[in-house]
């Protein structure tokens, strides 16, 4: 009931072209749904996040989409470039414990020039 | 602020050895946690801390693999033994309380064991 459920594992788009990746998850306790983005040999870093008491969140070219009755929460990046082509993580964390992170299982994204 | 640091960014060493990575939380951030990387499992956590008491260590997979926070600017993992099964990026993120969960990563420790 912890886990969060990523797809696809990797993504190749055209520049321009609008990616989508997409999370679930069980557990309705998750009430802050981070992304992050990793670039080869670096930490990942927060990108964007989403309560569950809204449905979009846009922060530039990037938006989170969220369904709470699905359990599902979606990324897209408009418009993108070569310089988005990195690892992408959605996450998910509750009240309590910490606020541990619960990672998916990330997206490689390839973004042709 | 420099960010998370982490140290050696590259690490080699060969089977049986003990391994000590390095790291240093932003200042003012009370959570500290430990994460492994590698291709089959993802980020794993292996153990957070908070005001240098850890907390949860349930992800430790070995007795071989210990960490300690002996101040609020400091902390390491350690390996020992180390094992090839070992080899992985490692992690250390912190993060201030009274957030809903933003954690600020370091650049991370290769690990490779021969």
């Known amino acids: 009931q912890q886990q969060v459920k990523q797809s696809p594992q990797s993504l190749i788009v055209q520049k321009g072209g609008i990616p989508i990746i997409n999370c679930a998850y069980e557990?309705?306790?998750?009430?802050?749904f981070p992304w992050y983005q990793q670039f080869p040999g670096k930490g990942p870093a927060l990108l964007i996040a989403?309560?569950?008491?809204?449905s979009e969140k846009k922060e530039g070219r990037f938006t989170i989409s969220f369904n709470k009755s699905a359990k599902q929460f979606s990324l897209h990046i408009m418009d993108s470039q070569p310089g988005d082509s990195a690892t992408y993580f959605c996450?998910?964390?509750?009240?309590?414990?910490?606020?541990?992170?619960?990672f998916g299982s990330g997206t490689q994204l390839t973004v042709l020039p | 602020d420099a960010g998370v640091i982490q140290s050696p960014r590259h690490e080699v060493t060969e089977m049986g050895q003990e391994v000590t990575l390095r790291c240093k939380p932003i200042s003012g951030h009370d959570y500290l946690f430990w994460y492994r990387q590698t291709m089959m499992r993802g980020l794993e956590l292996l153990i957070y801390?908070?005001?240098?008491?850890?907390?949860?260590d349930s992800g430790m997979p070995e007795d071989r693999f210990s960490a300690k926070m002996p101040n609020a600017s400091f902390s390491t993992l350690k390996i020992q033994p180390s094992e090839p099964r070992d080899s992985a990026v490692y992690f250390c993120?912190?993060?201030?309380?009274?957030?809903?969960?933003?954690?600020?990563f370091g650049p991370g420790t290769r690990l490779t064991v021969t």
């Open positions: 993120a912190s993060r201030p309380t009274g957030t809903l969960g933003e954690q600020y």
């Open positions: 996450a998910a964390s509750r009240s309590g414990s910490a606020r541990q992170l619960t």
């Open positions: 801390f908070n005001n240098n008491v850890p907390i949860d």
């Open positions: 557990n309705t306790a998750f009430d802050y």
């Open positions: 989403i309560r569950p008491d809204v």
